[in-house]
T-cell receptor
Framework: GDSVTQMEGPVTLSEEAFLTINCTYT??????LFWYVQYPGEGLQLLLKATKADDKGSNKGFEATYRKETTSFHLEKGSVQVSDSAVYFC???????????FGTGTRLTIIP | EAGVTQSPTHLIKTRGQQATLRCSPISGHTSVYWYQQALGLGLQFLLWYDEGEERNRGNFPPRFSGRQFPNYSSELNVNALELEDSALYLC?????????????FGSGTRLTVV
């Protein structure tokens, strides 16, 4: 079945550091890929998405590129801020499966 | 446009009691999904409702049940509460094409079983 694997957390970075959170997936066909963010005490918010190979999703300085050849969708940001501290979830949706499959989440903490 | 709304925000129940959680999807969304998030991480799929019917359920015991009303709002019921049911319960709704739009989540109901 479909699955998503995220890098283990927690991740702690200094402000203005470069961020990469790895995400790889297992799925047949061509799934859509998503990154969600969960701030403390809140529900999940859609951060960005990509619906086909080589698409790049971007939002709020975050980017992720759909790499079919490596089945990956790594999240990157060039310069993180304290306000980026949150839990990040990678997810996929495969054709014919009417729900999202989530990774386990990666907790990110940015220290000033 | 109002987002996905969940009520109550917090709920404290005693072991063995029943809990009822409510969700109103975004206007025009017909599908509602319920997830359990225990220990602050990891979302476990509970239930999916569409057009008033239960379409899929996750690996949870039958004491987790729910329904969807004609206005597409939904209710999650948890009977015979156990301590390990303490979690954040998230509701989400979607347009027809999850592949293009994903879900929109509510802020959740924090259920504490004592």
């Amino acid at each position: 079945g479909d699955s998503v694997t995220q890098m283990e957390g927690p991740v702690t970075l200094s402000e203005e550091a470069f961020l990469t959170i790895n995400c790889t997936y297992t799925a047949t066909g061509y799934p859509s890929l998503f990154w969600y963010v969960q701030y403390p005490g809140e529900g999940l918010q859609l951060l960005l998405k990509a619906t086909k190979a080589d698409d790049k999703g971007s939002n709020k300085g975050f980017e992720a590129t759909y790499r079919k050849e490596t089945t990956s969708f790594h999240l990157e940001k060039g310069s993180v801020q304290v306000s980026d501290s949150a839990v990040y979830f990678c997810a996929l949706n495969n054709f014919g499966n009417e729900k999202l499959t989530f990774g386990t989440g990666t907790r990110l903490t940015i220290i000033p | 446009e109002a987002g996905v709304t969940q009520s109550p925000t917090h709920l404290i129940k005693t072991r063995g009691q029943q809990a009822t959680l409510r969700c109103s999807p975004i206007s025009g969304h017909t599908s509602v999904y319920w997830y359990q998030q225990a220990l602050g991480l990891g979302l476990q799929f509970l239930l999916w409702y569409d057009e008033g019917e239960e379409r899929n359920r996750g690996n949870f015991p039958p004491r987790f049940s729910g329904r969807q009303f004609p206005n597409y709002s939904s209710e999650l019921n948890v009977n015979a509460l156990e301590l390990e049911d303490s979690a954040l319960y998230l509701c989400a709704s979607s347009l027809d094409s999850i592949a293009n739009y994903g879900y929109t989540f509510g802020s959740g109901t924090r259920l504490t079983v004592v």
